[in-house]
């Protein structure tokens, strides 16, 4: 029997990265590739902070970047790296759900409904640092002892590395089971509380030091902070209306997700009489602790988008909640029927929310078994891919290929360009670096210090194309007007890419770079030999 556990892990671990990865037949949405290019940046020798501006994402690019580093600079890297990561994600929830219920078939419940609501792909770190965090936290109930606390305070500091709000997040549900774990003087509490923020501080001190040698502590969190607020103004929390609702599965289950870290912390408190009350609130209070931190933060509009990103806390609570029903000794009959209409309505908000049946029909899974060997290989094919047509993010990359065609003709690897308005994904497709310090100059990070940042690299680097989307001209000039002016000094019009009638994306070429002849198809200025 002590194999199944571990067999249930392996299974949702296989089960969750072949659906991911099958289900890229369209490629990653356009935000993800942030991430994407900061790790193709990363890989050609700049660094977040040391040479471009980083919000407080450094183990994002950092992955993407060592994933390249394995793989290749193509999309199956990432596919592999975001697939693997839901993988894990599923294993340690299944292992974390067994902790709290002792319960295989809870656990595989769990993961399949984690599984199912499909969160996007950048939003990988908010499953398996979670998942692996609250199983850190059971391992340390069960037998809290130093090594187990350190563990858990490394959790906590990848979590950080991944975004900082994870790493306060996690790090508050931490304190919380250190100091319900033990049956001892608050003091004592206190003082594990103590190491382990020691072991925290002294796994996240080097890259503080780092952060501090290259641009400063105060104008990084200075960045985190404008980062967080603009994210909040332009996607607020929202409380929608259930009834009436053109989508009232995906609506109630915003309500549902605080639902359940309610009912858990109000079943604790009925139950605090118990002599294992204590025991079983260091399992539970901190994981309510947490689902209610994420929802209150991930919980934004659009919500078919958000609302998986706080999946995790939510499938740990429902299942001990669940596991609880059952095993009542009082008011059974009323409690089993009750929990299984609640999981009823859930799995049918999860559904919704994630497009379920959608994504397994886009990953291939609906039809005959003997045909998805085939699509993985054909998967893996469009992945390593350039310039697949469906693989691209957007209708930019797909009018811009020729332009990126153009590129690798006429340009050396080295030469970078400079883009206006969020399209992170042209120099990933270009296979050329940022310009400037900042992957786009959209609405982030205008500050004097930051544009002094972007303009010195700027009069550095060989830059011989700007791409800005007509529609973002007008902040780029307002909110970077250091940087617009010396655009505006030393680029010209190239030419004009259409994307419909009211966006035209406008290339400029730098007028102060030499060309050493023209290319014969466009007849544009080429800045090395043609190959």
């Given at each position: 029997m002590?194999k199944w556990?571990?067999?249930?892990?392996l299974a949702?671990f296989a089960?969750a990265?072949?659906f991911?990865?099958?289900?890229?037949?369209?490629g990653?949405?356009?935000d993800?590739f942030?991430?994407?290019?900061g790790g193709?940046?990363?890989?050609?020798?700049?660094w977040?902070t040391?040479?471009w501006?980083?919000?407080?994402?450094p183990l994002m690019?950092?992955?993407?970047a060592?994933a390249?580093?394995i793989?290749?600079?193509?999309?199956?890297?990432?596919?592999?790296?975001?697939?693997?990561?839901f993988?894990?994600a599923?294993a340690?929830?299944?292992?974390?759900?067994?902790?709290l219920t002792g319960?295989?078939?809870?656990a595989?419940?769990?993961?399949l409904?984690?599984?199912?609501?499909?969160?996007?792909?950048?939003?990988?770190?908010?499953?398996?640092a979670?998942?692996?965090?609250?199983?850190?936290?059971?391992?340390?109930v069960?037998r809290?002892?130093?090594?187990?606390?350190?563990?858990?305070?490394?959790g906590?500091?990848?979590a950080?590395?991944?975004?900082?709000?994870?790493?306060?997040?996690?790090g508050a549900g931490?304190?919380?089971?250190?100091l319900?774990?033990?049956?001892?003087?608050?003091k004592t509490?206190?003082?594990?509380v103590a190491?382990?923020?020691?072991c925290?501080?002294?796994?996240?001190l080097?890259y503080?030091?780092?952060?501090?040698?290259?641009?400063g502590l105060?104008?990084?969190?200075?960045?985190g902070v404008e980062?967080?607020?603009r994210?909040?103004?332009?996607?607020?929390h929202?409380?929608?209306r259930?009834v009436?609702?053109?989508?009232?599965?995906?609506?109630a289950f915003?309500?549902?997700?605080?639902?359940l870290?309610?009912?858990?912390v109000g079943m604790?408190l009925?139950?605090?009489?118990?002599?294992n009350?204590?025991?079983v609130?260091a399992?539970?209070a901190?994981?309510?602790?947490v689902a209610?931190?994420?929802?209150?933060?991930?919980?934004?509009?659009?919500l078919?988008?958000?609302?998986?990103d706080?999946?995790?806390p939510?499938?740990l609570?429902?299942?001990w909640?669940l596991w609880?029903?059952?095993?009542?000794s009082r008011?059974?009959?009323?409690?089993v029927?009750?929990?299984?209409?609640l999981t009823?309505v859930m799995g049918?908000?999860?559904?919704?929310?994630?497009?379920t049946f959608?994504?397994?029909?886009?990953a291939?899974?609906?039809?005959?078994a003997?045909e998805?060997?085939h699509?993985?290989?054909?998967?893996?094919s469009?992945?390593?891919?350039?310039?697949?047509?469906?693989q691209?993010?957007t209708?930019?990359a797909r009018?811009?290929?020729?332009?990126?065609?153009y590129?690798?003709?006429?340009?050396?690897?080295?030469?970078r360009?400079l883009?206006?308005?969020?399209?992170v994904?042209v120099?990933?497709?270009?296979?050329?670096l940022f310009?400037?310090?900042?992957e786009y100059?959209g609405a982030?990070?205008?500050s004097?210090?930051?544009?002094?940042?972007a303009?010195d690299r700027l009069e550095r680097?060989t830059?011989?194309f700007?791409?800005i989307p007509?529609?973002d001209l007008a902040?780029?000039?307002?909110?970077?007007?250091?940087?617009?002016?010396y655009?505006h000094?030393?680029?010209?019009?190239?030419?004009?890419?259409?994307?419909n009638?009211?966006?035209t994306i406008?290339?400029?070429?730098?007028?102060?770079?030499p060309?050493?002849?023209?290319?014969p198809?466009?007849?544009?200025?080429c800045?090395?030999p043609?190959s």
């Amino acid at each position: 029997m002590r194999k199944w556990p571990a067999a249930s892990c392996l299974a949702l671990f296989a089960l969750a990265a072949a659906f991911r990865f099958l289900a890229l037949k369209n490629g990653f949405v356009n935000d993800h590739f942030v991430y994407i290019s900061g790790g193709r940046q990363m890989l050609l020798g700049e660094w977040p902070t040391r040479d471009w501006i980083d919000p407080g994402l450094p183990l994002m690019f950092g992955a993407s970047a060592l994933a390249q580093r394995i793989l290749g600079s193509t999309l199956f890297a990432e596919a592999m790296l975001v697939s693997i990561a839901f993988g894990l994600a599923a294993a340690f929830t299944v292992a974390a759900v067994r902790q709290l219920t002792g319960s295989t078939t809870l656990a595989i419940l769990a993961a399949l409904f984690e599984i199912a609501v499909f969160p996007r792909t950048y939003s990988y770190p908010k499953i398996v640092a979670y998942a692996f965090a609250f199983w850190l936290y059971g391992r340390y109930v069960a037998r809290p002892d130093r090594s187990r606390l350190c563990a858990m305070a490394a959790g906590v500091a990848i979590a950080f590395m991944f975004r900082h709000d994870h790493g306060l997040f996690l790090g508050a549900g931490a304190v919380l089971t250190i100091l319900l774990a033990r049956e001892a003087a608050w003091k004592t509490s206190l003082r594990e509380v103590a190491i382990f923020s020691a072991c925290l501080v002294a796994l996240v001190l080097p890259y503080l030091i780092y952060v501090q040698a290259y641009g400063g502590l105060w104008l990084y969190f200075r960045n985190g902070v404008e980062f967080s607020q603009r994210e909040a103004l332009r996607q607020w929390h929202v409380w929608p209306r259930v009834v009436g609702d053109e989508r009232p599965l995906e609506s109630a289950f915003v309500y549902e997700l605080y639902l359940l870290p309610i009912i858990a912390v109000g079943m604790l408190l009925a139950a605090r009489a118990r002599a294992n009350w204590r025991a079983v609130a260091a399992r539970i209070a901190p994981v309510a602790l947490v689902a209610l931190l994420v929802d209150f933060s991930f919980i934004r509009d659009p919500l078919n988008t958000r609302l998986p990103d706080a999946i995790v806390p939510a499938v740990l609570l429902g299942a001990w909640l669940l596991w609880r029903a059952f095993s009542a000794s009082r008011r059974r009959a009323l409690a089993v029927p009750v929990a299984v209409v609640l999981t009823t309505v859930m799995g049918a908000s999860v559904l919704a929310v994630g497009l379920t049946f959608e994504e397994l029909d886009r990953a291939g899974l609906f039809g005959h078994a003997r045909e998805i060997p085939h699509r993985f290989v054909e998967r893996t094919s469009d992945l390593r891919s350039r310039f697949v047509d469906y693989q691209l993010p957007t209708p930019a990359a797909r009018r811009l290929v020729p332009f990126f065609q153009y590129v690798d003709r006429c340009t050396s690897p080295q030469d970078r360009l400079l883009v206006g308005g969020f399209l992170v994904e042209v120099p990933f497709y270009a296979q050329r670096l940022f310009a400037g310090g900042q992957e786009y100059f959209g609405a982030y990070f205008g500050s004097a210090a930051n544009e002094q940042f972007a303009f010195d690299r700027l009069e550095r680097q060989t830059v011989p194309f700007a791409i800005i989307p007509s529609d973002d001209l007008a902040e780029f000039d307002s909110r970077f007007p250091l940087v617009a002016a010396y655009v505006h000094a030393h680029y010209s019009p190239l030419t004009e890419v259409p994307l419909n009638d009211e966006q035209t994306i406008h290339i400029l070429v730098n007028r102060d770079t030499p060309a050493t002849s023209r290319d014969p198809e466009t007849g544009w200025p080429c800045f090395q030999p043609v190959s």
